[in-house]
Nanobody
Framework: VQLQAYGGGLVQAGGSLRLSCAASGRSFSDYAKGWFRQAPGKEREFVAA????????YYADSVKGRFTISRDNAKNSVYLQMNSLKPEDTAVYYC????????????????WGQGTLVTVSS
């Protein structure tokens, strides 16, 4: 079972990026999914989460109104649309999956993907 995040890159402040996370090895269509990030020298922090149905979403205060999490269960994928990016959004972004969304939000997911680096220049 693997999760792979991709789509990171270098973008100027105010720009946008869309991250994707694809799962392989099993279907995660019935799992909640989320995104976390870790900036250099800082702890990993929660960014966003979505229930298995996509009916509920959760965001960190720092990204509300700028980031949008979505999913496509047919493609076994979750996405993070990031708009109005700021230099403080610079981090390695990780996707995660677990049966319960509260477990995802708490950072206790059973499945984690390799990260993708997002760099926002000022």
């Amino acid at each position: 079972v693997q999760l792979q995040a991709y789509g990171g890159g270098l973008v100027q402040a105010g720009g946008s990026l869309r991250l994707s996370c694809a799962a392989s090895g099993r279907s995660f269509s019935d799992y909640a999914k989320g995104w976390f990030r870790q900036a250099p020298g800082k702890e990993r922090e929660f960014v966003a989460a979505i229930t298995w149905s996509g009916g509920s979403t959760y965001y960190a205060d720092s990204v509300k109104g700028r980031f949008t999490i979505s999913r496509d269960n047919a493609k076994n994928s979750v996405y993070l649309q990031m708009n109005s990016l700021k230099p403080e959004d610079t981090a390695v972004y990780y996707c995660a999956a677990d049966a319960l969304v509260r477990t995802v939000v708490a950072g206790l997911s059973t499945s984690w993907g390799q990260g993708t680096l997002v760099t926002v220049s000022s």
